[in-house]
């Protein structure tokens, strides 16, 4: 018996798909295009969300400080991955801070959007 992956792949990886046309054509135009060099951060951990960020180019990382001082990497996003909706949605700080991998390229949906 063949094992058919796609029976368990989510076919929707896209955070704008049950959105109506009508929904996504206000979204494309309030999208604003972000360039991030290397080692510059996104937004800290403890600030609040301004919007949601969706890579076009380059990688991301999302790292938490310890009471040391020292980082632990959570993940690292790369192009097409979408971040930052999570403490919008709950109106809550970033538990997280993220930091520009390599020179970034992002779409930014700013949060008055959603």
């Given at each position: 018996?063949?094992?058919n992956?796609?029976?368990?792949?989510?076919?929707?990886?896209?955070?704008?798909?049950?959105?109506?046309i009508?929904?996504?054509?206000?979204?494309k135009?309030?999208?604003?295009r972000k360039?991030?060099?290397?080692?510059?951060c996104?937004?800290?951990?403890h600030s609040?969300s301004?919007g949601v960020?969706?890579?076009?180019?380059g990688?991301v990382?999302?790292?938490?400080?310890?009471?040391?001082?020292k980082e632990g990497i959570?993940?690292?996003?790369?192009?097409?991955?979408?971040?930052g909706?999570?403490p919008?949605?709950?109106?809550e700080p970033h538990?997280v801070?993220a930091?520009?991998?390599?020179n970034?390229?992002?779409s930014?949906?700013?949060k008055?959007?959603?």
């Amino acid at each position: 018996m063949e094992f058919n992956i796609e029976k368990y792949h989510l076919k929707s990886s896209s955070l704008f798909d049950s959105l109506s046309i009508a929904e996504s054509q206000l979204i494309k135009e309030g999208i604003i295009r972000k360039e991030f060099l290397k080692g510059e951060c996104l937004f800290k951990e403890h600030s609040f969300s301004k919007g949601v960020y969706i890579i076009k180019k380059g990688k991301v990382k999302i790292f938490q400080t310890n009471s040391d001082g020292k980082e632990g990497i959570v993940y690292i996003y790369k192009k097409g991955d979408y971040f930052g909706y999570r403490p919008l949605l709950a109106e809550e700080p970033h538990p997280v801070s993220a930091v520009a991998m390599d020179n970034v390229i992002v779409s930014f949906v700013p949060k008055n959007y959603f």
